[in-house]
T-cell receptor
Framework: ETGVTQSPTHLIKTRGQQVTLRCSSQ?????VSWYQQALGQGPQFIFQ???????GRGNFPPRFSGLQFPNYSSELNVNALELDDSALYLC????????????FGSGTRLTVV | GNSVTQMEGPVTLSEEAFLTINCTYT??????LFWYVQYPGEGLQLLLK?????DKGSNKGFEATYRKETTSFHLEKGSVQVSDSAVYFC?????????FGAGTRLTVKP
């Protein structure tokens, strides 16, 4: 079975720009969650998508938005980038929510300059 | 809501030493508990889990026992290797998310 794939692996953007990060979920998983991990910290929950609908959101502003597609892949969009948005963005897929644990991708390292 | 607190370290050990990383939880009921590991430059990998009180999760020589009396889920390994150097995260499910501790960086020296 394929795991979770994220693209791109690294990205450099300028403050004020917009960025789209992509994630392909593990085969058979219908739930995708996005996390932001700043350097030296634990992952912080951004939001979760289940069957193409947002199914929970952490303490992130509306300029963080997402989509889930019929094949359960997902996008994370961030508008009006700020320097503090520099982080590792992790996508995780699971089956029927978080009870059974997540499968994480390797992440996208975003640097905002 | 549910949360975990773990010792932040960093922890530095010599090869073949005994490892303990402490994790305590606060939760409604008895949710599953998890340990994840993050190797340099990579995402998180599920290391082990326990789905109910008194369960012991184990994988790759690591163990953790779900103890409701002490609300703990400490990670242990009897003999660490250089390849175990990584950051370890304790985690508990929330309403729609997984909630992680701050992480403990382990460095194992030859």
């Amino acid at each position: 079975e394929t795991g979770v794939t994220q693209s791109p692996t690294h990205l450099i953007k300028t403050r004020g720009q917009q960025v789209t990060l992509r994630c392909s979920s593990q085969s058979g998983h219908n739930t995708v969650s996005w996390y932001q991990q700043a350097l030296g910290q634990g992952p912080q929950f951004i939001f979760q998508y289940y069957r193409e609908e947002e199914n929970g959101r952490g303490n992130f502003p509306p300029r963080f938005s997402g989509l889930q597609f019929p094949n359960y892949s997902s996008e994370l969009n961030v508008n009006a980038l700020e320097l503090d948005d520099s982080a590792l963005y992790l996508c995780a897929s699971s089956l029927a929510g978080s009870v059974y644990g997540y499968t994480f991708g390797s992440g996208t390292r975003l640097t905002v300059v | 809501g549910n949360s975990v607190t773990q010792m932040e370290g960093p922890v530095t050990l010599s090869e073949e030493a005994f490892l303990t990383i402490n994790c305590t939880y606060t939760a409604t009921g008895y949710p599953s508990l998890f340990w994840y590991v993050q190797y340099p430059g990579e995402g998180l990998q599920l290391l082990l889990k326990a789905t109910k009180a008194d369960d012991k999760g184990s994988n790759k020589g690591f163990e953790a026992t779900y103890r409701k009396e002490t609300t703990s889920f400490h990670l242990e390994k009897g003999s660490v290797q250089v390849s175990d150097s990584a950051v370890y995260f304790c985690a508990v499910p929330g309403n729609n998310d997984m909630r992680f501790g701050a992480g403990t960086r382990l460095t194992v020296k030859p």
